[in-house]
T-cell receptor, first 116, second 115 residues
C-alpha cells in the first residue's frame, strides 16, 4: 500500500527566505505526483503536476522536482511571501489500471507560515 | 474564485435529518469526486463518478448516497449521520476519467457539523 510522508509537519520562515518542502513515497510505481496548496477552511489548489517521466516542473516562484527511483519529491519556494502561508500537500497517482488510476494518495501536509 | 462550486458552505444537522450537498462545475469535466477531510488530515476519497456513472465507492457507509444527475452536477445525500461524520466535504472534477495526468480541480468544500 502506497504511503506518502511529508516533512516537516510545520515550518515557519521569515519573509524573503527560500525554502524546501519534502515529500517521500514508498512505492515508486507512480504515474504522477502533484503538489497542492490548501488555505484554512478552503479546498485544494493544484500547484504543479510532475509526470513520472519528468524530473521537474516550474511555475513562477515554485519549482517541484521528482526522483521516482528514490521515492522523493521537493517543492522549492523562492523569495517567500506572507501570502504563501498555507498547508502544502503532495499526492501521488498510481499507474493506470482502470478505476484505480483516479485515486490520489495524499501526504498529511506541511503547514507553512511566512512571517512578515 | 474556484471553478467548482459547492453549496452550502456550512451545514449543521441533527442525526435524524436528511440533507444534501451540491457540487457544480461547467468546465466540461467528465470525472467528479467526493472527498472527506477531517481536521489536520489529508482528504480521503469517498466516491468517483466517470461519465455520470459511479465507478468507485471506497466502502463508504450507506448513510452517504451520491448522485450524478448530469455531467455538471454531483450531489451527496446525507441521512442518519453520526457525530464522527463531521468534516469538510470536498468535491473535485477532472477533464477525463482515463487521464490522471490532468490535475483535479477542487471546490472550497462544505463544512458539515453533526449534532
Amino acid at each position: 500500500k502506497q504511503e506518502v510522508t511529508q516533512i516537516p509537519a510545520a515550518l515557519s520562515v521569515p519573509e524573503g527566505e527560500n525554502l524546501v518542502l519534502n515529500c517521500s513515497f514508498t512505492d515508486s510505481a507512480i504515474y504522477n505526483l502533484q503538489w497542492f496548496r490548501q488555505d484554512p477552511g478552503k479546498g485544494l489548489t493544484s500547484l504543479l503536476l510532475i509526470q513520472s517521466s519528468q524530473r521537474e516542473q516550474t511555475s513562477g516562484r515554485l519549482n517541484a522536482s521528482l526522483d521516482k527511483s528514490s521515492g522523493r519529491s521537493t517543492l522549492y519556494i523562492a523569495a517567500s511571501q506572507p501570502g504563501d502561508s498555507a498547508t502544502y500537500l503532495c499526492a501521488v497517482s498510481p499507474l493506470p489500471s482502470g478505476a484505480g488510476s483516479y485515486q490520489l494518495t495524499f501526504g498529511k501536509g506541511t503547514k507553512l507560515s511566512v512571517i512578515p | 474564485d474556484t471553478e467548482v462550486t459547492q453549496t452550502p458552505k456550512h451545514l449543521v444537522m441533527g442525526m435524524t435529518n436528511k440533507k444534501s450537498l451540491k457540487c457544480e462545475q461547467h468546465m466540461g469535466h467528465r470525472a467528479m469526486y467526493w472527498y472527506k477531510q477531517k481536521a489536520k488530515k489529508p482528504p480521503e476519497l469517498m466516491f468517483v463518478y466517470s461519465y455520470e456513472k459511479l465507478s468507485i465507492n471506497e466502502s463508504v457507509p450507506s448513510r452517504f448516497s451520491p448522485e450524478c444527475p448530469n455531467s455538471s452536477l454531483l450531489n451527496l445525500h446525507l441521512h442518519a449521520l453520526q457525530p464522527e461524520d463531521s468534516a469538510l466535504y470536498l468535491c473535485a472534477s477532472s477533464p477525463s476519467p482515463g487521464d490522471s495526468n490532468q490535475p483535479q480541480h477542487f471546490g472550497d468544500g462544505t463544512r458539515l457539523s453533526i449534532l
